[in-house]
């Protein structure tokens, strides 16, 4: 189709910060490191003949690696459909939003959070819908969906061939979130399905999570679970988040998080568990953020430790 008229928008930011680290389980001990990065993201959207609006976004990380791209098709009422290239899944969008002055609880953590699945393997080469916000009781309530014809592969050009991983099927995931006063609650489910021939079995996956906002504090709490394909070792996680804004410019917060390998009749289970202190203080489009992230049995490993720090300053522009 044809637009009369299309806005191009860019925007993005810098970063620069000081990150340094201390433990037993990288065998170098501890690291010590200054950074920079840059991201400009690229949007544009234009409205057709019929009211309903379609929009691009292209967004670039640091070297210009690209770190998201979709197509969205906004029929107002009826809600948005959206074609992701990368990184992108609706039902992604809540797989943890527990309150924090900065960032997730587990990020650079020196673990990789196995427990945490909502919908990580669709968000490429997929389908998303997005519904309108309906009003229920003095609240309101939403839902998407999303669809990959083949999950944990790259999306691809159209009219290119893509490949296809020999052992993943499609992917499937519904979330939804409602909120009523201070109260917000999420959920979501997802299936992916494994193509292996003999003793072969979906994975799947399932969060819920409760946040309640007073005033200046917020709290939430979470619960994920994964049951991982072809019999494999099963993770869950939970997870607890309280922040404070002490003014409109500064905020603080506390969080923890448990990722759990599951017992099976090969591995005993076992917690990797994650605190997460922040603060950060913004002056316009300028912040300065620090925080201290302490992790037990990183990687699912007795006995190691792993504490890693970060102080940022950032612009927005």
Excluded at 14 to 23: D, K, L, N, R, T
Excluded at 125 to 146: C, E, K, R
Excluded at 161 to 187: D, E, P, Q
Excluded at 254 to 271: F, K, V
């Amino acid at each position: 189709t044809s637009a009369n008229a299309l806005d191009i928008t860019v925007s993005g930011g810098s970063e620069v910060g000081y990150q340094w680290s201390s433990g037993n389980y990288d065998t170098a001990g501890s690291a010590n490191a200054f950074g920079a990065a840059s991201d400009i993201d690229f949007s544009g959207s234009g409205e057709l003949d019929n009211g309903w609006t379609v929009s691009t976004v292209y967004g670039s990380k640091a070297g210009w690696a690209l770190s998201s791209a979709n197509v969205s098709i906004d029929t107002g009422s009826m809600g948005k459909f959206r074609v992701n290239r990368l990184g992108a899944a609706a039902s992604n969008a809540n797989d943890d939003i527990l309150p924090t002055a900065w960032e997730e609880a587990n990020d650079q953590s020196g673990h990789s959070t196995r427990g945490m699945d909502v919908a990580d393997a669709m968000t490429s080469g997929s389908l998303s819908y997005i519904s309108p916000s309906y009003d229920m009781g003095g609240g309101s309530v939403s839902f998407t969906l999303d669809y990959d014809p083949a999950a944990n592969v790259a999306g691809g050009d159209p009219g290119a061939s893509v490949s296809r991983a020999s052992a993943t099927g499609n992917g499937t995931a519904v979330g939804v979130k409602a909120t009523m006063g201070g109260l917000t609650i999420a959920a979501a489910h997802t299936t992916v399905e494994t193509l292996k021939s003999t003793d072969g079995n979906d994975q799947s996956a399932a969060m819920g999570q409760i946040i309640y906002s007073m005033g200046p504090v917020s709290v939430g709490y979470g619960e994920w679970y994964v049951d991982e394909k072809d019999g494999g070792v099963d993770y869950s996680a939970t997870g607890f988040g309280i922040s404070f804004n002490v003014n409109d410019d500064l905020s603080v917060s506390y969080g923890e998080l448990t990722d759990t390998r599951e017992e099976n009749s090969a591995t005993a289970a076992m917690d990797a568990d994650m605190q997460s202190m922040q603060i950060a203080y913004s002056m316009g489009s300028m912040s300065i953020k620090a925080k201290r992230v302490e992790t037990d049995n990183p990687y699912h490993t007795s006995s190691k430790s792993e504490e890693n720090s970060e102080i940022s300053l950032s612009f927005s522009f």
